[in-house]
């Protein structure tokens, strides 16, 4: 006769346990790795997707203002930049109006240059005044963030010239943070990432003194790569010669941008991500590197041109 006993299945011992249990966690925090790397790859690919849209419309813009720029001649603020240079003063002409129509900043949008011959563009007085942002309001003392250019960037995309509506932009793209950091708190809507991060939009990525910076982080590059100076007249010995108060180059510096002391960089207009670490590890204005490793998962729109 069978006895009871001999049928009863006898119980885990202690080892046994703990290896179902060491096999369980494993088989779970692969599952878990592999669910996040598949999310990451999805909000990657939806963030190249945007930004491609929105590079493109920028450059369509860009063309359009260039266009109307050379077809005009450069105005006394140019002028003088250019230290008597007639060439010179179209390249500084187009850059200031690069400049008015492309702000990157509040401030930029409301007072682009100082220059008289360079005035504020109404449309966008008037839509940073729907959010409470005035030069009554506007707080110059904080640190501008990633978060203002990326609301400069849907604001200069949507009501600037050849604007397009926010809802051509793409979906999710559009986005209300709050933006205390630069202003007396308020929330202006922003483009994003898929990350749910304000977009960088710089106009002029000239990076640390040495010309090195996100986009160009090996430094100066072979040959000229400026699209608004593609003759190389900004980086002509005699103009940084010249005299005056302050000298010619110096103002240019001042009022348009920084050039950097080892020669040309890629100064072409580019729109950053700061990936899926959500820190962007650049200067937002000039994309000098202020973190490498935080830096080194962004995405650059022209990557993807």
């Not at 933006?179 to 898929?194: F, M, Q, R």
């Not at 593609?230 to 920084?258: D, E, I, N, Y």
């Not at 080892?262 to 072409?268: E, Q, R």
Request: glycine residues 8%; charged residues 15%.
């Amino acid at each position: 006769m069978i006895r009871s006993r001999d049928l009863a299945r006898p119980a885990f011992t202690l080892p046994e346990m703990l290896v179902v249990m060491a096999i369980i966690t494993t088989l779970v925090a692969f599952s878990a790795a592999v669910i996040l790397k598949f999310g990451s790859s999805q909000q990657s690919s939806t963030t190249r997707t945007l930004m491609q849209r929105l590079d493109s419309q920028l450059r369509r813009q860009m063309t359009t203002v260039a266009d109307a720029a050379r077809a005009k001649a450069p105005g006394n603020s140019a002028n003088t930049m250019a230290g008597g240079d007639p060439q010179r003063a179209k390249v500084i002409h187009l850059k200031l109006q690069i400049k008015q129509r492309f702000p990157t900043t509040y401030s930029e949008a409301l007072n682009p240059t100082s220059a008289p011959d360079v005035p504020v563009v109404p449309a966008y007085v008037n839509y940073l005044k729907n959010f409470g942002i005035t030069t009554a309001t506007l707080n110059l003392t904080n640190p501008v963030g990633k978060e203002e250019s990326a609301a400069c960037l849907l604001m200069v995309l949507s009501v600037g010239q050849d604007a397009v509506s926010q809802s051509e932009l793409g979906p999710g793209s559009v986005k209300t943070l709050d933006v205390t950091n630069s202003t007396t708190g308020a929330e202006v809507p922003c483009l994003a990432d898929a990350w749910g991060e304000p977009l960088t939009f710089c106009r002029w990525p000239t990076g640390d003194p040495t010309g090195v910076s996100g986009l160009n982080p090996k430094g100066a590059q072979t040959g000229n790569n400026d699209p608004g100076d593609p003759m190389g007249l900004l980086q002509s010995a005699l103009w940084a010669s010249l005299k005056g108060s302050p000298p010619p180059r110096t103002l240019f510096t001042t009022l348009v941008h920084q050039l950097p002391a080892s020669g040309s960089v890629k100064l072409t207009p580019v729109i950053v991500s700061s990936g899926a670490d959500k820190q962007l590890g650049c200067d937002p204005v000039t994309l000098a590197v202020t973190n490498q490793t935080q830096a080194n998962d962004n995405i650059y729109s022209t990557e993807l041109r």
